[in-house]
């Protein structure tokens, strides 16, 4: 298949991407040695999949450093080829915050985080739990983050390096909600999961503040999929879990489920 006739199928947005792993699973054929990527998000991981399903010569291993992850590295590899865990180059790390109590949130460690210069996609699943927060990263970044993290926040934390084995893994949980639209088009969505007018969703999409699937999209009228996540900023994060057909009226049923 032509590189633009599998572009097709993808949104506008995730078309660079879907054009670098293109030429990634090429690579590894050509060259017949192996390319490991940096975190990917869910929809990314999906593009590599399919991507690497019409190479017969290149197999994909994912790895997020547990087996829930939801920001994996995808290892692309000659068919041949068996990797090992340490193939992947994980590391990590526990953020605890010494002599006080304060509730810090994913977002503020993530923040923290982004704000020594760290790239996103070095990143992979933070969990949020009782004692602080774990975090999943690149081998190359483990040593700048222990030296530079010192404060999250206005709190100031410690942290460490420690084995996969105690690694304590985000418990993912959200409440399931049915409802339906007129049509698919991220903003009636949006709207309806967040439980906000369809008017007032409206200027926080046009002016950023919405991912769709981890990445910022603008458009109103971009129409959503079954499986697609939404982001809005203030109101947290929903999925779409299934399309379940249409009322009587006409009307597109959803069941969604909000992170809680």
């Not at 503020?108 to 990263?137: N, P, Q, W």
């Not at 009322?247 to 809680?260: D, M, P, Q, V």
Request: glycine share 8%; net charge neutral.
């Amino acid at each position: 298949m032509k590189r633009q006739d599998v572009m097709m199928h993808y949104r506008p947005q995730e078309r660079p991407f879907v054009d670098r792993t293109i030429d990634l699973a090429e690579r590894v054929d050509e060259r017949q040695t192996p390319v490991l990527t940096d975190f990917l998000d869910p929809r990314q991981v999906k593009i590599t999949e399919a991507i690497v399903r019409s190479s017969s010569d290149v197999k994909l291993y994912l790895s997020g450093g547990h087996e829930q992850a939801e920001r994996q590295r995808a290892l692309l590899v000659p068919s041949y080829w068996v990797p090992e865990a340490e193939d992947f180059e994980l590391s990590f790390l526990r953020i605890t915050i010494p002599g006080e109590f304060v509730k810090l949130k994913h977002g503020d460690y993530l923040g923290s985080l982004v704000g020594l210069g760290l790239k996103r996609g070095k990143i992979g699943d933070l969990s949020v739990h009782g004692e602080g927060c774990d975090l999943v990263v690149t081998r190359e970044i483990a040593d700048f983050i222990r030296l530079h993290l010192s404060q999250v926040g206005r709190a100031a934390v410690q942290n460490r390096e420690i084995s996969a084995l105690d690694y304590l893994a985000p418990q993912v949980e959200y409440q399931e909600k049915a409802f339906t639209v007129m049509s698919l088009r991220v903003d009636a969505v949006s709207a309806e999961s967040f439980g906000l007018s369809r008017t007032k969703v409206v200027e926080p999409i046009k002016s950023g503040k919405l991912q769709l699937n981890w990445q910022v999209i603008d458009d109103p009228a971009t129409a959503v999929e079954e499986g697609d996540v939404l982001s809005l900023r203030g109101h947290g994060r929903a999925k779409i879990l299934e399309i379940m057909g249409q009322s009587r009226k006409g009307r597109t049923i959803l069941k969604i489920g909000k992170y809680l």
